[in-house]
């Protein structure tokens, strides 16, 4: 099985717990909301870096991996992505890797699923890579 193709199933099985655990007729008639990456919202699938621990501030919302975050900014900003991780959280199925060089290298760390991480040195500030898999 490819990796896209675990990865949809995964999270068609997240989606259908979550709306299980909410239970009831309420939901049963409401599609399912599909994460839009890159919105600014971590939804459900996604992994969010965030520029500061502050709640407010902006998060970018990756569904894919990205080998190089120095072309990205958060959403809505002008504010560069790379290098400015301070808080990830994990909304994915999968545990996501993210590495302090472009292309999954440097040192590299593994968020696991639905953890929130205040990052640390050596990754705090540093992170220019992100993918999804098992590690
Ligand atoms: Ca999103
Ligand atoms: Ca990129």
């Known amino acids: 099985m490819s990796k896209e193709i675990k990865r949809r199933l995964g999270r068609a099985l997240a989606v259908g717990s ?3 655990m909410a ?11 599909s994460a839009e ?9 996604e992994i969010g ?28 900003t002008q ?5 400015n991780t301070e808080l990830v959280w994990n909304r994915d199925v999968f545990t996501w890797q993210l590495c302090t060089e472009a292309d999954y290298s440097g040192p590299c ?10 990052l640390v040195a050596p ?3 540093t992170v220019s ?3 999804y898999g098992f590690f």
């Open 49 to 76: 870096l965030r520029f500061s621990s502050y709640e407010e501030r902006p998060v970018l919302d990756l569904y894919s991996d990205d080998n190089n975050l120095s072309d990205d900014k958060f959403p809505g």
């Open 18 to 20: 979550t709306l299980l």
């Open 109 to 118: 760390t593994s968020i696991s699923p639905g953890y929130s991480v205040n």
């Open 79 to 83: 504010t560069r992505a790379d290098n």
């Open 37 to 45: 990456p890159r919105d600014g919202n971590v939804e459900v699938g």
């Open 23 to 33: 239970g009831g007729g309420l939901l049963a008639t409401a599609a399912p909301a």
């Open 123 to 125: 990754f705090r500030n």
């Open 129 to 131: 890579s992100a993918r």
